[in-house]
């Protein structure tokens, strides 16, 4: 008997992905010409929606159009592989939404939108955190938010790549690297690698693979996931916007964790607008998340977006000239760098914010004592192996809890019940599982796992006494703040060991890394802020948006 064709990291064969890309030129009708004159590369998802309201398109058509872009520039041509497996039901999906136009019911009918590898999907998708050990998982039912993306109309198009394990297994991964999905390169400089392989210019992490196909035009939308900087760090190194929500505004219930402290979901886009449509989506209490139940939100964020939105606003700029040594986010930039920064700040004021300059205090960006611990680093291929690294307790003592709660409840089709279960097959695997070590999981493993240890919930209470009391609360409340802005994802951890939002949005491009010379790459602008303050955020954000129309999508 014939062996059955092995799909590839499409979750399709090879004739299969072939046929549905090449569906794309197989006009043969007045009605499939009308549906591709709308031109997907760089259309926001207002333009995607709007070209279905106004019958400029169709779901199957877009997805058809998506594919053929993916198998173009993420499979061959630059090879981004930021898409690790495409839904084989998409264009089945679309072809039912294809007499469906976008309404305020389903907002998003027919948008093709692609979720990270850690969000699960109750279908015939793998929901993997791109682990060779968790190749054939499945999850039992959809994630809260695939939920209401699928409630809402969009097409799932598939799962995108990233740092395995949402950069919790090894020390000194590389960026967007995992060992089932390959390694996801940035689309402003694909070809650029080092010694290692290594993409010199990142593609950021670990939500790479969703920055990096909105960045391409692989997909209206992707949904990615932050503990620690894992949206805006791929945002600004692919020039595109996010959310990191306060945590509880999205629910969790149904994503491979890091740390229940921190985690949480966040929308990738083209535009503020874009990202201020899909918050609407997938902002809701949830029962299986006990954070969602203190949640505020405003009936619609796309509400109060204005072009002169920033007018009267105090924006807090963690950066005095006469404060030089804890001058952290903006003194030691590289200057071009800081030219793009001096003109963010030149037209924040242009736009009528009042910028205060009082660098943050030391208390607060430090960390408080007992926060971290010290872990060996022993990937092969670090540079700095043998050096001892310092990651968060609270990460590494929260990972084997809730990773294992997740493996119990959420997992089907696998082997693996435990994080030991994960340890040991890599191990087992370690050629093709182990490029760059375990040492995270090892420390996180040699934990109870029932949180009762006093040091977890002493380095909890410093971290929030550090991020929010003596950090953010603090310098807000003394300056009169309404926000405070960062260098590209500089301020990620003070705003996340909080739990509080950030926004990011495109600011200009810079270029060179570690002194070698690149093509120019992007550099984008956050705004912080307190708990639940992400509709301010996204109007500062769109204010700034406007005036400086610094995104430049990458030449491919």
Request: glycine share 8%; proline share 6%.
């Amino acid at each position: 008997m014939a062996k059955p064709k092995r799909p590839d990291r499409s979750g399709l064969t090879r004739r299969e992905l072939a046929v549905l890309s090449a569906a794309t030129g197989a006009i043969v009708s007045v009605r499939v010409e009308a549906q591709v004159s709308f031109a997907v590369e760089n259309a926001s998802l207002v333009e995607v929606v709007d070209a279905l309201a106004g019958g400029k398109t169709t779901a199957s058509a877009l997805v058809r159009a998506y594919v053929a872009r993916i198998e173009s520039y993420d499979r061959t041509g630059p090879a981004l592989t930021s898409v690790r497996e495409i839904n084989p039901d998409a264009l089945s999906i679309a072809g039912h939404l294809d007499g469906v136009k976008p309404s305020a019911r389903q907002p998003l009918a027919g948008v093709p939108i692609l979720v990270k590898d850690n969000v699960a999907t109750g279908d015939k998708q793998h929901t993997t955190a791109g682990s060779l050990a968790l190749e054939n998982a499945r999850a039992k039912d959809d994630a809260t938010i695939v939920k209401r993306l699928r409630a809402a109309g969009a097409v799932i198009l598939g799962k995108a790549n990233l740092t395995e394990f949402a950069n919790i297994i090894a020390i000194d991964m590389p960026s967007g690297y995992s060992s089932l999905g390959g390694q996801v390169r940035n689309p402003y400089a694909p070809t650029l690698v080092d010694d290692r392989g290594i993409p010199i210019v990142a593609p950021g992490g670990s939500s790479a693979g969703s920055a990096v196909a909105v960045a391409a035009d692989l997909c209206a939308a992707a949904i990615g996931t932050e503990t620690s900087g894992s949206l805006l760090s791929p945002a600004t190194q692919n020039g595109v916007v996010t959310v990191k929500p306060t945590v509880g505004l999205l629910s969790r219930a149904g994503i491979l964790p890091i740390s229940h402290s921190q985690d949480t979901a966040g929308p990738l886009t083209r535009t503020v607008r874009d990202a201020a449509i899909l918050l609407n989506v997938l902002a809701a209490r949830d029962p299986l998340d006990p954070a969602t139940q203190h949640q505020q939100r405003p009936n619609d964020y796309t509400a109060g977006l204005d072009k002169d939105g920033l007018k009267g606003a105090r924006i807090g700029v963690p950066s005095d000239p006469d404060d030089s040594l804890n001058d952290i986010y903006f003194g030691k930039l590289p200057e071009r760098s800081k030219a793009v920064m001096a003109k963010t700040v030149s037209v924040l004021a242009d736009c009528g914010a009042t910028l205060v300059r009082a660098s943050m205090p030391t208390a607060g960006w430090i960390g408080g004592p007992g926060t971290t611990m010290g872990v060996l680093n022993r990937n092969p291929l670090s540079r700095f192996k043998g050096a001892p690294a310092s990651p968060p307790i609270v990460f590494l003592y929260e990972l084997k809890h809730d990773l294992n709660a997740y493996l119990r409840d959420w997992a089907v089709n696998t082997k693996m019940k435990t994080m030991a279960d994960i340890i040991a097959f890599n191990q087992a695997n370690a050629d093709k599982a182990l490029r760059f070590g375990q040492d995270l999981f090892l420390a996180a493993q040699a934990t109870r796992g029932d949180l009762s240890e006093l040091e977890y919930r002493s380095a909890r209470a410093m971290d929030l006494n550090a991020a929010q009391v003596l950090g953010l609360d603090a310098y807000m409340a003394q300056h009169k703040l309404d926000a405070v802005i960062f260098p590209g994802w500089a301020g990620a951890a003070i705003a996340a060991k909080a739990g509080y939002p950030s926004v990011q949005v495109p600011a200009g491009f810079i270029s060179g890394v570690d002194g070698k010379e690149t093509p120019d790459f992007p550099l984008g602008l956050t705004f912080a802020g307190r708990a639940w303050s992400e509709a301010k955020l996204l109007r500062f954000a769109y204010a700034y948006e406007q005036a400086s129309n610094a995104r430049r999508p990458p030449t491919l």
